[in-house]
């Protein structure tokens, strides 16, 4: 198990779906927001990677959601502003799958709205 020293480097794991997401997960968790106001930035790309890592089976459910929750309710995670509505929605439907129902068929549904952001 990876020891993450600092907030930083535990949500540069998270959001490069690092090795040893589950170290990572409980440091950010552990940890209060970074003393310099640095933020991480997540993109369309970084959610494109976890869903098709969770679609080729590398990524549990209880991963995914706990990803996805960690990522929505921390405030030093910046949004890509050109997507941060899509990004915003798939964190919280990620994150809550007893709203929004099995995590395959999440994953789908969004995988769907993603492919059509590229051809409109």
Do not use: C, K
């Not at 998270?14 to 997540?42: E, I, K, W, Y």
């Not at 494109?48 to 990522?71: C, K, M, P």
């Not at 921390?74 to 964190?91: G, K, T």
């Amino acid at each position: 198990m990876t020891a993450y020293s600092d907030r930083p480097s535990a949500l540069d794991a998270l959001l490069t779906l690092g090795p040893d997401m589950d170290a990572a997960l409980d440091a950010v968790r552990r940890s209060a927001l970074h003393a310099d106001g640095q933020s991480a930035f997540l993109d369309r790309m970084t959610v494109r990677r976890a869903l098709d890592e969770f679609t080729r089976g590398n990524l549990s459910e209880a991963l995914l959601e706990s990803w996805a929750e960690v990522l929505h309710g921390a405030e030093d995670v910046e949004l890509d502003p050109i997507d941060r509505d899509f990004l915003a929605e798939a964190l919280f439907e990620l994150s809550t799958p007893e709203l929004f129902g099995p995590m395959d068929e999440i994953v789908s549904n969004l995988e769907a709205r993603e492919r059509r952001m590229d051809v409109g």
